[in-house]
């Protein structure tokens, strides 16, 4: 009877270990076919950073890439089977990144998305919030260009402050402008005096114009209009009543009118 008993306790203790070493076998085979499936993803979805390019005048931005982290993907998924909502990545940053160029003037986008950036550079007030709400019905953020006194006295009316750019000639008005915009913005060169000197100082990068729009607001735009570009376009009233058949002509020809913070991420 004992021997009867032993023998079955062996048969149950082999049945199980058959079983256990089989849900091992199916759980490596699974995970198996997950690392192949995050694997081949990787291969298929990687892509790394596509630089810029620098000259004497600035930097024109790269596009930063994204590449899969297979590791914590796995870790996401593990148990789970291969899904693509859980896959994590990690950034492939570009050397000509606005992070790590604070002391060099930004002259442009990167040059592989179709992205542009406008710029209405304030002068008396009068227009430039009509050119904002012209840009929203058609679904276009239309970024500004001000100096302190101007932004003091409009800043109620402004609806998005991450549109807002600063033009100015010290570093008392940028404290200023700081003060009252305490999200991030853009310095802007619009003279002779070496703005990016005190903006570096506060971390804000800043950006050097070059292309610039007095008037004849459709007809310029034909001739300048490019991937990347920043184009600033004086506040008056005939680049106002342009400003909508420019957009249509903008769009027409593929570009995406981005605000200036997505423009130069």
Same mark, same amino acid.
């Given at each position: ?22 849900? &091992?076998?199916?759980?490596?085979? *699974? %995970?198996?076919?997950?690392? !192949?499936?995050? /694997?081949?993803?990787?291969?298929? +979805? $990687? ?84 050119? &904002?709400?012209?840009?929203?019905? *058609? %679904?276009?953020?239309?970024? !500004?260009?001000? /100096?302190?006194?101007?932004?003091? +006295? $409009? ?105 200036? +913070?997505?423009?130069?991420?």
């Amino acid at each position: 009877m004992k021997n009867y008993y032993k023998y079955l306790f062996l048969c149950i203790i082999t049945i199980f270990s058959f079983y256990y070493v089989n849900k &091992i076998i199916e759980f490596s085979e *699974k %995970n198996n076919t997950l690392l !192949v499936s995050i /694997n081949k993803y990787a291969d298929e +979805n $990687n892509y790394k950073c596509r630089e810029g390019s620098i000259s004497e005048e600035g930097i024109v931005l790269g596009l930063s890439g994204l590449i899969v982290n297979k590791d914590k993907s796995y870790n996401n998924m593990k148990g789970l089977g291969f899904r693509k909502e859980l896959i994590e990545y990690d950034e492939d940053k570009c050397i000509l990144n606005k992070d790590n160029n604070l002391d060099k003037y930004i002259v442009k986008g990167n040059d592989y998305e179709n992205n542009i950036s406008l710029v209405v550079d304030v002068d008396n007030g009068k227009y430039f919030n009509k050119m &904002i709400k012209l840009g929203e019905n *058609k %679904n276009v953020e239309i970024n !500004v260009l001000m /100096n302190y006194n101007m932004l003091k +006295n $409009n800043i109620d009316v402004i609806e998005n402050h991450s549109n807002i750019l600063f033009k100015g000639n010290n570093e008392k008005e940028l404290n200023n402008f700081i003060s009252i915009l305490h999200d991030e913005f853009f310095c802007v060169k619009t003279n002779d005096f070496d703005i990016i000197d005190i903006c570096k100082i506060k971390k804000l990068n800043s950006v050097k114009v070059f292309d610039y729009i007095e008037s004849d607001l459709l007809s310029n735009m034909k001739k300048i209009l490019d991937k990347g570009k920043i184009i600033f376009i004086k506040e008056t009233k005939l680049n106002l009543d342009e400003l909508s058949s420019t957009i249509n002509y903008i769009e027409s020809r593929g570009y995406n009118i981005v605000n200036i +913070n997505k423009l130069l991420s």
